[in-house]
Every structure is written in structure tokens, then in C-alpha cells.
């Protein structure tokens, strides 16, 4: 699963061409100094800003749903400032182990291997701190884990995110293991992890009730 922020079930072509009148548009508009506000100095975002506003989107669908990301990201700058800039430290670390990547020797390939996964590793912990909530950290959740099993790596999650374990539960997937601890039927704890699927509800309010 991706976020898709752009098209409800696709990327944003970002090696699309600008049309054949862009430059007498941005010249007669000055639409550079619009862009060069949008991009805050950003490279990337400045050649995106260009293709974006200048090929025409005529489909009402679309623009509806990008107005509906955009409702979203107003009301949570700081999560999508942080994911953003996640996302790109992730992307330079990717372009360093570019040499790694031709080597075929077991060691450079490890190498690369632990490096992109120290990188995983930091970006969960960074997005652990930015979830403010369980439809939030879920969605979080689910792209991240379905980043890291696109890129063939086995995940041990340990989560309490019910939306987040459902989703993945509902997929009936051979490759996913679902574990869970074992209550009787008087609820009493056995102590064990047996196979099944998550539950909606929490068994923590015994535990809350004994302690305090």
C-alpha cells in the first residue's frame, strides 16, 4: 500500500513534460516567483509545482480528492512536514548505497542490506512519535510494513492498532503469521501466544482494576 496523494490509485507521473507553452505561461504570469513560495526553496518540490499546475487536470473526480489531501494535510502540518522529510533523508540514504547496489559481492550487498534497514528502522521510530492517534498510527503502520515487505523483509510487529492489524488480517494472506495471548474461557491469562486474529477489544482493564 502507498499513499497516493495526487490520484486515488496511482502516482503522479513526476517525468511528465511540461507542456509546449510552458514558459511563455510562466513568463507572462511570473508564475516562477508562485512556485518558488510553494517549493520553500525545495528542488524537487519546485520541478513538481511546475508539472502540476501547468498540465491541466480536467477530471472533476480527481480534483476533488486532491482537495480532500489537501483538507487533511492543513489540519496536520506537522505530521505531513515530518513524513515528508522522512521520506527524503530515506531516498538520499537509498542514492548512497548506489555503489553497494552494482557490487554482486555478498559482503557489499550485506552491507547495503543493514544500511537500509538501519534507515527503516530509524523511520519507524521517528513515525512511532508523530501517530496521535489509532486511525493515524494505522495508516502509518500499514504503509511502512507494506514498504518493508515490498522490499522483501521479514516483519516481527508487535502492535495494539486494531484497524492497522485487521486491514492486514482481512487480506487472508499465507505469508502473514498472526499470533495473539491466549485468555480461557474465564478470561484468565495462560501466558502463551496462540495463532489467531486480532481482537477488537483489550484485555488491559483487569490489570488497570488490580493495580489501582
Known amino acids: 500500500m502507498k499513499a497516493f496523494l495526487m490520484y486515488k490509485d496511482h502516482?503522479?507521473?513526476s517525468a511528465v513534460q511540461l507542456p509546449a507553452n510552458a514558459q511563455s505561461l510562466i513568463q507572462d504570469l511570473e508564475l516562477n516567483s508562485l512556485f518558488t513560495?510553494?517549493?520553500?526553496n525545495d528542488k524537487f518540490l519546485f520541478e513538481i509545482t511546475q508539472k502540476v499546475i501547468l498540465n491541466s487536470l480536467l477530471d472533476k473526480t480527481t480534483i476533488i480528492y486532491r482537495q480532500t489531501v489537501l483538507t487533511d494535510c492543513l489540519k496536520n502540518p506537522a505530521v505531513i512536514k515530518t513524513i515528508y522529510d522522512l521520506s527524503i533523508e530515506a531516498?538520499?540514504?537509498e542514492k548512497?548505497?548506489?555503489l553497494w547496489r552494482i557490487n554482486?559481492?555478498?559482503s557489499a550487498i550485506l552491507h547495503r542490506a543493514l544500511n537500509v534497514l538501519h534507515s527503516f528502522m530509524k523511520l519507524l521510530k521517528n513515525l512511532r512519535n508523530i501517530a496521535e492517534n489509532e486511525r493515524e498510527g494505522s495508516e502509518i503502520s500499514?504503509?511502512?510494513v507494506q514498504a518493508l515487505l515490498e522490499s522483501?523483509?521479514?516483519v516481527f510487529f508487535v502492535t495494539h492498532q486494531y484497524t492497522f492489524a485487521n486491514k492486514f488480517y482481512q487480506k487472508n494472506s499465507t505469508a502473514v503469521l498472526f499470533l495473539r495471548a491466549e485468555r480461557k474461557i474465564d478470561k484468565k491469562r495462560?501466558?502463551?501466544?496462540i495463532e489467531g486474529g486480532p481482537l477488537s477489544t483489550s484485555y488491559g482493564a483487569d490489570l488497570y482494576y488490580k493495580i489501582f
Open 142 to 144: 500499514e504503509q511502512i
Open 152 to 154: 522483501h523483509i521479514k
Open 190 to 193: 495462560t501466558f502463551k501466544l
Open 37 to 40: 513560495v510553494m517549493a520553500d
Open 104 to 106: 554482486k559481492y555478498p
Open 11 to 13: 502516482n503522479f507521473d
Open 91 to 93: 531516498i538520499e540514504c
Open 96 to 98: 548512497k548505497q548506489y
